[in-house]
């Protein structure tokens, strides 16, 4: 075990996670990245919604939350590594969200954004919120997107380590996060 945080007197408990050096070709088998793959997706769909106390109000855990682990965009995949590190984290983000008290980034911008009408898809521009909440565990940082679209409801939207670029020897290492809190 980690460590040990309260939120409204309530235990909240951080596990210890394995971090892996992220090489551009690491391979991850199909049965290793399936597994994870299934265990994230169980455990998301019970989730349902968390309280966060930065907004006083819930932070919903629906479809397109799931989606943007697994696509940077609609119908852009993200690469095999990033959604394994994403699934393997995303037991984390109701407990991080739950211990929020502060923002650490915040960007809003009017964006197209996908939506079924009468059957159809269409693409209506709108102004979105993302809030971003940062929590260091095992001395990693792990970003949490908050979206919101307004009218609707806050939802989880992705989360990532947030490691810098450093560079050792002139070896770069590979950027987790653009900055650009729509497409992380």
Same mark, same amino acid.
């Not at 309530?10 to 996670?17: E, R, S, V």
């Not at 940077?72 to 211990?99: D, G, S």
């Given at each position: 075990?980690?460590?040990?945080?309260?939120?409204?007197?309530?235990?909240?408990?951080?596990?210890?996670?394995?971090?892996?050096?992220?090489?551009?070709?690491?391979?991850?088998?199909?049965?290793?990245?399936?597994?994870?793959?299934?265990?994230?997706?169980?455990?998301?769909?019970?989730?349902?919604?968390?309280?966060?106390?930065?907004?006083?109000?819930?932070?919903?855990?629906?479809?397109?939350?799931?989606?943007?682990?697994?696509?940077?965009?609609?119908?852009?995949?993200?690469?095999?590594?990033?959604?394994?590190?994403?699934?393997?984290?995303?037991?984390?983000?109701?407990? #991080?969200?739950?211990?929020?008290?502060?923002?650490?980034?915040?960007?809003?911008?009017?964006?197209?954004?996908?939506?079924?009408?009468?059957?159809?898809?269409?693409?209506?521009?709108?102004?979105?919120?993302?809030?971003?909440?940062?929590?260091?565990?095992?001395?990693?940082?792990?970003?949490?997107?908050?979206?919101? #679209?307004?009218?609707?409801?806050?939802?989880?939207?992705?989360?990532?380590?947030?490691?810098?670029?450093?560079?050792?020897?002139?070896?770069?290492?590979?950027?987790?996060?653009?900055?650009?809190?729509?497409?992380?």
């Amino acid at each position: 075990m980690f460590g040990l945080a309260t939120n409204y007197g309530l235990p909240l408990i951080f596990h210890k996670i394995t971090y892996y050096t992220i090489i551009p070709h690491m391979e991850i088998s199909d049965e290793k990245f399936n597994k994870v793959r299934q265990i994230a997706e169980q455990e998301y769909n019970k989730i349902a919604k968390v309280r966060c106390p930065y907004f006083d109000d819930f932070v919903h855990f629906n479809t397109i939350g799931f989606e943007h682990l697994l696509f940077k965009e609609w119908n852009k995949t993200r690469t095999r590594v990033e959604q394994y590190m994403r699934l393997r984290l995303l037991k984390l983000a109701p407990a #991080i969200i739950t211990a929020s008290h502060t923002l650490q980034d915040y960007d809003e911008k009017n964006v197209f954004v996908r939506q079924k009408t009468n059957s159809q898809w269409t693409q209506k521009m709108k102004l979105v919120k993302y809030y971003g909440f940062v929590a260091i565990i095992n001395e990693a940082r792990i970003k949490i997107i908050v979206k919101e #679209i307004v009218g609707g409801a806050k939802f989880f939207y992705s989360l990532y380590p947030c490691w810098k670029v450093t560079k050792n020897n002139d070896q770069k290492r590979k950027i987790l996060y653009t900055g650009n809190l729509e497409l992380d």
